[in-house]
């Protein structure tokens, strides 16, 4: 059974630098591939996808903010660990983790309940 | 950027079929996913490659893609699947890699 948990602060301050954790089972992302994506949604807005990282170390970013994000693993954990600097009030969303698969158009076939993260002074 | 176009709201009768579309240039030669996100949870594959139906996803959920327009279509709608949907494509050519459309609120009348 695949499961994934995202874990981090719940309240960071502008300025501050996010860190989340994806921790997941039922999988290992050692194993040829697999990947795991990050995507956040803002309260009543739509999905916005942030990062992927998959079993070879690729990682991917979103354009608009991969000056800001950077992506790791850690295979014996089985995390995924996601950080954002300069955390602004609008980057207040939910997080989701999500497991992806990349021989099949990088779907995103289980996903972790989310996080909210709230920015703000 | 690559961008895909989603009807901010549908609203069908139950019974009836829903077809929700996703815009984007020349999609049809891209592969296409869906989700279905009801208010509080997380969202759920529906339709992925296209047309293809995870287990434990209905038949009545089905999908196409050709040309500039994906489909996501609902037949005999019920009250389970009033829930926002959205449409995602992986474009490994592009700069921004993965894309969601904007999200359809599909309400059953």
């Known amino acids: 059974q695949v499961t994934l948990r995202e874990s981090g602060p719940a309240l960071v301050k502008p300025t501050q630098t996010l860190t989340l954790t994806c921790t997941f089972s039922g999988f290992s992302l050692s194993t040829s591939g697999m990947c795991v994506s990050w995507i956040r949604q803002p309260p009543g807005k739509a999905l916005e996808w942030l990062a992927l990282?998959?079993?070879?170390?690729?990682?991917y970013y979103s354009t608009s903010l991969k000056t800001r994000l950077t992506i790791s693993k850690d295979t014996s954990k089985n995390q995924v660990v996601l950080t954002m600097t300069n955390m602004d009030p609008v980057d207040t969303a939910t997080y989701y983790c999500a497991r992806c698969l990349v021989d099949t158009a990088m779907v995103n076939d289980y996903w972790g309940q989310g996080t909210l993260v709230t920015v703000s002074s | 950027s690559y961008v895909l176009t989603q009807p901010p709201s549908v609203s069908v009768a139950p019974g009836k079929t829903a077809r929700i579309t996703c815009g984007g240039n020349?999609?049809?030669?891209?592969?296409v996913h869906w989700y279905q996100q009801k208010p509080g949870q997380a969202p759920v594959l529906v339709i992925y490659y296209d047309s293809d139906r995870p287990s434990g996803i209905p038949e009545r959920f089905s999908g196409s893609n050709s040309g500039n327009t994906a489909t996501l279509t609902i037949s005999r709608v019920e009250a389970g699947d009033e829930a926002d949907y959205y449409c995602?494509?992986?474009?490994?050519?592009?700069?921004?890699?993965?894309?969601f459309g904007g999200g359809t609120k599909l309400t059953v009348l």
């Open positions: 995602q494509v992986w474009d490994s050519s592009s700069d921004l890699p993965r894309v």
């Open positions: 990282i998959d079993w070879d170390d690729d990682k």
């Open positions: 020349n999609i049809g030669s891209k592969s």
